[in-house]
């Protein structure tokens, strides 16, 4: 495509091309779930003491909503975009403590006495992150159904790095960027990518700039251009746009917590691997623990009653321990509702001998969509998640974690390659990144991507931000089967 053919095809679907419609968005998307926290606080609080507080008296503290947009912006919330979700939970959660906070502060140093308003506030910030991720997710949505909240921006790299950026920023609704062009001197390449265009000529960022007013530049590997073009290109193209994104052709490597080194003026990345240290495994035994009993406690009564149906409804035991691989290839028994009838191997060996497309099914998900040994009770169970709550068990014996890798059987080994021992170095998880990310819907390649990321960049604002996921992955049923 020519420079003179790109300027009628942008300026046919490009109008603007600054973040202020997408930060103007997520501020008012701010504004209102802290608005709704403050009234979740306040109506708790009234429902369980009339005369504690006025519910509707939460409207007078309004006035503290542009305190919090303040503390949001100083926490670099806003555009809101190519934010890590783990990143993004934790700002919110510092910025909400320093809020509420602040208003609980203020308050008692006015009236000398911690009241019912303040159990609202504390009430208010518990249940702010939680209102805050999802009013953001809803307006990540809205903006991408309407497409108004992608930002133009030129990827210079139409090879194998190109593509998988531009195919990722087309799918993703939170990415923010849009590509608009690429660039890229290889002849071999077509006029267009999955309807981005494509100029054969990097040296045009400068006109670009000019002419469309494109203020962000993606650079990708380009194998064809050797050390001097190279350097050529970023100075006198690349470096024309006000931001500029380097992606290393070794990013592979997808560490979110990765650090900039001057080794004496050559540039260095650091990442480590932070499960390897042992006050990090600590804090994530304590979360496990912790949660795993609160969240036993609260649902005691809706597993007793589980294991009483699935005794009521089939033959055999409530509960069923399958055989996994744990940290470093240890094996050990993975509890679950048991949602299979008893001989549901013998089955499994009949099904897969006589029909080979659940044969090739199996092979490629280890799973059956359609899997004739389910119960009718256990199709609910496994539809809901519900089947995997007595891993719970597992975990306060140390066995599992809240979040990690998949729990795998021996003969999935192998379809993890060199990853494997990497990938278990560290428990696997009653939930993790590939199941908020797609569950049973994924290939193995795609899990394997998805561990490593968790592993390279765990923190525990990723776990949380992990179990935040799953409660909207369970309800929806969403790859479960």
Known sequence: ??????????????????????????????????????????????????????????????????????????SNLYP??????????????VSSLMGHGGIIFSRYIEDQEFDAISVAFIISCVVSI????????????????FRLGGIPAVVFGGGTMGRMLVDRLLNSKKAG??????LDEDPALED??????????????????????IKMAIVTSMPNLDAQEWNAMLHNSVFAFRYHVLIPEFSNITNIWMSVRDFDGLLGFVTSHKLKMFWNLGIKRFVDISLSLIIGLILLPLLLAIALLVKVTSPGPAL?????????????????????????????????????????????????????????????????SLDEFPQLINILKGEMSLVGPRPIVEDEVVKYGEDYRRIFSVKPGLSGLWQVSGRSDTDYNERVAFDLYYLQSWSVWLDLWILYKTIGVVIKGKGAY
């Open 192 to 213: 267009v990518y999955h309807g981005v265009p494509i100029i054969r000529d990097t040296k045009i960022g400068p006109e670009i700039v000019r002419r469309f007013n």
């Open 177 to 182: 960027y849009v590509p608009a062009l690429i």
């Open 80 to 93: 809101g975009i190519s934010l890590a979700p783990s990143e993004e939970l934790k700002h919110f959660v």
């Open 320 to 384: 069923y321990g399958h055989k996994r691989l744990g940290i470093n290839g240890k094996p050990f028994k993975a509890y679950k509702f048991r949602s299979m009838v008893i001989d549901a191997d013998h089955r499994l060996k009949a099904l897969l001998a006589s029909d080979p497309k659940a044969r090739s099914e199996w092979d490629v998900h280890r799973k059956l969509k359609d899997d004739p040994r389910v119960t009718k009770v256990g199709k609910f169970l496994r539809q809901t």
């Open 1 to 74: 495509m020519t420079l003179t053919e790109f300027d009628i095809w942008y300026r046919s679907r490009y109008r603007r091309t600054s973040s202020a419609l997408t930060a103007t968005a997520m501020i008012l998307s701010d504004l209102l779930g802290v608005m709704l926290s403050f009234g979740s606080g306040f109506f708790l609080v009234n429902l369980y003491d009339l005369s504690a507080i006025n519910f509707k008296s939460f409207v007078t503290y309004w006035p503290y909503l542009p305190v919090f947009i303040l503390v949001f912006q100083v």
């Open 130 to 145: 939680f209102i805050l991720l999802s009013c953001r997710s809803i307006t990540h949505s809205l903006l991408s159904k």
